[in-house]
């Protein structure tokens, strides 16, 4: 007889895409870097800009605090980044050797360098709220067209939601104009839903930062998002 009653993960199979995580050398970016980021790493990393479930985070430095407040002019203030600040690239697990190879490379951001060192590889966290600080939007719609077609969207690729929250509209530079974005937060999402949602990701321009979510502890605003 043959009898196995180890545990078995229901989830496994939304478990193939994770996160890598870079230190990087950089104490300064463009607050508006997600154009020349994209390029830099599409310059090494191809396949970041065609392959499913794959995507750049952009980096982020301090919220307002301590005296201190985040800037706010994407053409002329700059990040200043902490030794803690991350580069962070969203990858289905068979890209995570080759993910590897920015390990030791300089990336020309907007004529700032980011030295990227050592890397550490993050699974997906099935938590019940997540978060995209920026979505592609149409600039002329409303918060409401703009959350029914997110409940849309979420619905097509077989995540049921009950709660949406929009935030903070952004705009991002690119060559041909400017790209609009908003925040979206999901929230009360069962462990498969969340898994999903941030292994697929909603729109466009994934390259850029854009419809990749991340966990989030609990539905308080995120600092600079609202």
Known sequence: MFWDD?????????????????????????????????????????????????????????ESGNGWMRPQDPERDLLHLSRRARLRLRVPEARVDEAAALVGQTLEVSGFGVGVGAMNVIPLEPLPVVFARHVVADPEQDEAAFLAEMAAELARIGVPVSKLLSGRSHVLRVPDGLLHTRSLMVAELDPEASLRLQRSGVGSEQAMGCGLFIGHKDIAPVPGAA
Do not use: F, K, M, N
Request: proline share 7%; glycine share 8%; net charge negative.
């Open 6 to 62: 180890s545990p078995q993960d229901e989830l496994a199979g939304l478990r193939d895409v994770v996160d890598v995580a870079y230190r990087i050398d950089c104490p300064r970016l463009p607050l508006d870097h997600a154009y020349a980021l994209s390029t830099a790493l599409l310059e090494l990393l191809p396949w970041l800009g065609t392959e499913e479930h794959a995507g750049v985070h952009l980096i982020h430095g301090a």
